[in-house]
C-alpha cells in the first residue's frame, strides 16, 4: 500500500479505537514532559528563546514554559520544545531510538490551546503523531541515524506535523501535503549533542509540524509523495531504508516508551534500580559491589575517576555509592561538582567492578553486591520489563517533585480532571 | 584551513575591498528580485502566506511584499523568499545550479530594515551571503543535488544565515555558533519541484538564515564545525563532497550570475537572444529557421504541438514565431492557452528544424534563418557571454516594465539613489 497511505490511515484512527493502555501511557507523558519543560524553564538556553519570543510577540494563541501571556502557536511549539528537552531527562522510545514528548507534545499542546481544544483530544493527537514518528523511525532507521540525523528532529517533525493535523481537522488531502511540506521542511544533526543545538533540533520539530499543518490547512500544496517517492524524504535521508517496517508490527508501539527517572546517563539507569530493588537494610551494609552490563556503556558510563559533576552522571562507581547512600539520584541538583572530590564515594568507587557482558541488552544491568558480613546478595534489572501504572505513577509523582516541587503532585491531579487546553496555561506559564 | 574558517574569513571580508563589478551585480540582483517578489504577489502561494503573516502578527519589523504593515523580520524572510520565486523568473548560478537571491536579499532586507541599515549595507550583506552559497554548492555539489536536495533552500540557507548574520555585526565566534545552527535548521528537496514547496522552500532558507543568525546573536551555541564536522551538514547531507572547492577559485564568482529576460524555459532563452540580435527589418521577413541546441533541450524545450500556454514556454517553435512577431516573451501574461491555437505560429513552427549538437554548451545556441529572398542569415547567442553593464540595465528594466509596469523604472531610480532599506517598504508593499 505504500508508506504513505498507511501513514495517513494511522493519522485518521479514530478516538474511540485508540488503545486504552496506550492512551495512559500518552496521559504519563503529558505529565512528564510538563514537568521537564517547567523544569527546564531556567536554562540558559530558555532565555535566549524566551527572548525571540518576546522580541517577535503576535497573537495570543499559546502558552510557553516560564513566560507569562500567549504567543503564536509555532512559535510556542519552537520555545516548548527546546525549553522542554534542555536538562534531557524527558521520555525515550529504544525502537527508534528518539525522544518523542518533547517533538510532539509541543505541537500538539500550542495547537490544542490555539484551537480551544480538550485535553484528551491533545493527547490522542500526540498518541497518533508519537506513533507516526516511531514507526517512521523504524523505516528511516539505522541507516538514518548511522549517518547522523537526529530522530527526535526529523522522525518528530513529522510526528508533530500529524499532531497537529490532527487537531487542525486535515482532510486526507490536506494531511498529505502537510506530510509533503515536512518533507522538505524537517532536520536535525546529531554532530550538535553537547551544545543547545541538541534540544532546539526538538523546537524545530515542533515548530515545523504547526507549519506544516497550518500551511496545508490554508490550502498549500506540496509534492504528491514526499515521503517515499523519487527523492524524497526517505530516499534523500537514509542509506537503508525499510519501508515495509512501517507497518509490520500490529497495535501502538508507543505503549513501549520509557521514561527517565534518574538525571544521569541512561546507560546507569538498570543498575541504579537494581540496587534500589534490594532491602534497605542491606542497601546501608554494601561494601563492594560487581556489575555486568552490555559492553557499549563500557566506553559511556564507566568513568573511573570523574573530575565534575556532569562526570559523575557517566559514572557506575559514584552512582551506585550515591543510591546506597540513599542520595536522590532523580534530582539534577544533586550533581554538583563538589560530588566528585567526595572521598566516600571515591573509596566506594574504588571497590565496584564492571564487567561488559554480551549476554545483557543495553536495557538490563546484573550483578552482586558484598555485605559487610561477606555474603554476596545479586541484584539485576531490565529496564524493558513493564512497570504497573500505580507504580509508574509513584515514580513519575515522585520525579515530579524531586523537580518542581509541589507543584508536580498538583499537575498530576490536574491532567486527571481533564479540561481544556488552555487550562494548562497557568501551569506552563509558571505563573 | 578547512571550510569553516574559510568561510568566516569570507563572511568577515570588509566592505571597502568588496570588487566594484561584483557589487554592480548584487544591486542588479536586488532590482530583479524586487520586481519578482511584486510580481509574484499575487500569486496563490502568496495569499496563504500572507494569511500566516497576518495571523501570527507580532513586530513590525519588516516589510512583506503584496502585504501593508510590518512584520517580524523571520515571517518577513519566509513570505518574501516564496513570494519573489512563485513566478521561477529569478537570478541564477549555474555554478552551483542554485536561484541565489530569493534564498538570500530576503533575509538581508528584513534584518537591514529591522536594524535600520543602509541598503548599501544589504547589497554588501547580501554579496557575501551569495558568494558563501555559491561556494558550499560546489562543495556539495554535484552529490548533493544528484541526491535529490534543492540547492536553492540548503546552500541558500547558509547565505541568508551569512548575510543576516553580517547585519547583526557578529563576531566571528558568533558566526561559527550561527552557522553551526544552520546546519541543523537548514533543508529542502527538489521532488518539491512542481509544486508550492518549491518556491516555499527559498523562504524555508531565507527565513532559517533570520533565526541562525538571531539566536547565536544572543549567545545559543551549536557544535563547533557542524558544516564539515563528523556528521555535519556536509557529510550528511553529501555522498561526493569537494572540500577544497570552496576557496579554489580566486574573486568573487558571484558575478556570473545571470537574469532570466523571458518567461519560458531557460533552454530558450539563447536562441531567443540570438533572434533579436538580428535586424529588426530581417526579422520581419523570416520563413524558416533552423537551431542547433546542446541535445539535453531536445527532450526538454522542443514541444513540437503545445497544448497549453505552459507548454508553449517549452516549445522552440512556438517562442520562435513569437519573437519575429514582435511579442513580449518577458512578459508572462503573454503565455495564455489560446496561443497554442494561434494558426500562424503554428504554420510556422512546422518550418522550424532543431537539431542537437554536442558542441554547443547548455547555455548556447546557434542556426540560421531563411528569408523570404530565399537568403540564409546565420544567429548564433551564449548566455555566458557578460553582459556590459548599460545593456544589462536597459533589459532588466524591459523586464520589470513588462511584469509590473511604470513601477519598474522608479524602483531603478530609487535603488540608484540609495538610502535605508526601511525606503523600499512602500514598494515592497505595494502600498
Not at 96 to 120: C, E, F, N, T
Not at 208 to 232: F, I, K, N, R, Y
Not at 357 to 372: H, I, K, P
Amino acid at each position: 500500500m505504500g508508506v504513505m497511505e498507511e501513514l495517513l490511515d494511522l493519522a485518521a484512527t479514530p478516538a474511540d479505537v485508540l488503545p486504552q493502555d496506550a492512551l495512559r501511557m500518552a496521559q504519563n507523558s503529558l505529565f512528564d514532559w510538563l514537568v521537564c519543560g517547567r523544569a527546564g524553564q531556567g536554562e540558559p538556553l530558555s532565555g535566549i528563546l524566551h527572548q525571540m519570543a518576546q522580541a517577535e510577540g503576535g497573537s495570543a494563541e499559546a502558552s510557553v514554559f516560564g513566560l507569562p501571556g500567549g504567543y503564536p502557536a509555532r512559535m510556542a511549539a519552537m520555545v516548548n520544545g527546546a525549553v522542554s528537552h534542555a536538562l534531557d531527562y524527558d521520555d525515550t522510545h529504544f525502537a527508534h531510538i528518539g525522544h518523542l514528548s518533547v517533538g510532539v507534545y509541543p505541537a500538539a499542546l500550542a495547537v490544542g490551546q490555539a484551537r480551544d481544544l480538550s485535553l484528551s483530544e491533545v493527547v490522542e493527537a500526540f498518541l497518533v503523531g508519537a506513533e507516526v514518528a516511531i514507526r517512521l523511525g523504524l523505516v528511516l532507521t539505522p541507516g538514518h541515524y548511522n549517518r547522523g540525523f537526529h530522530m527526535t528532529a526529523t522522525a518528530g517533525a513529522f510526528g508533530a506535523t500529524v499532531a497537529a493535523g490532527r487537531l487542525m481537522r486535515l482532510t486526507r488531502e490536506q494531511m498529505r501535503h502537510a506530510v509533503g511540506l515536512c518533507a522538505t521542511r524537517a532536520s536535525g544533526l546529531k554532530s550538535q549533542f553537547g551544545t543547545m543545538g541538541k534540544p532546539w533540533n526538538a523546537g524545530i520539530a515542533a515548530s515545523a509540524g504547526v507549519e506544516c499543518a497550518w500551511l496545508a490547512l490554508h490550502g498549500m500544496t506540496s509534492a504528491e509523495d514526499g515521503l517515499c517517492g523519487p527523492q524524497g524524504f526517505v530516499a534523500t535521508h537514509s542509506d537503508a531504508p525499510d519501508e515495509a517496517a512501517f507497518g509490520a508490527a500490529p497495535g501502538f508501539l508507543f505503549g513501549d516508551i520509557k521514561y527517565k527517572f534518574h538525571a544521569c546517563c541512561h546507560g546507569t539507569h538498570a543498575m541504579i534500580e537494581g540496587l534500589l530493588a534490594l532491602p534497605g537494610e542491606q542497601r546501608s551494609r554494601v561494601k563492594a559491589l560487581t556489575l555486568r552490563t552490555n559492553p557499549r556503556w563500557l566506553r559511556v558510563c564507566d568513568k573511573k575517576a570523574p573530575q565534575t559533576g556532569l562526570e559523575v552522571k557517566f559514572s557506575y562507581g559514584w552512582l551506585a555509592g550515591m543510591v546506597l547512600r540513599g542520595m536522590a539520584t532523580g534530582d539534577d541538583r544533586v550533581y554538583a561538582d563538589a560530588l566528585a572530590e567526595d572521598a566516600a564515594l571515591k573509596d566506594f568507587a574504588s571497590r565496584v567492578t564492571v564487567i561488559g557482558d554480551e549476554t545483557l541488552s543495553d536495557m538490563m544491568a546484573a550483578g552482586f553486591v558484598v555485605l559487610d558480613s561477606g555474603e554476596k546478595v545479586p541484584f539485576s534489572h531490565d529496564l524493558a520489563a513493564p512497570i504497573p501504572q500505580d507504580r509508574l505513577q509513584a515514580a513519575l509523582v515522585r520525579k515530579a517533585e524531586a523537580m518542581i516541587g509541589q507543584a508536580g503532585p498538583a499537575l498530576w491531579h490536574t491532567l486527571e480532571q481533564g479540561g481544556p487546553a488552555r487550562g494548562l496555561a497557568g501551569f506552563v506559564s509558571g505563573a
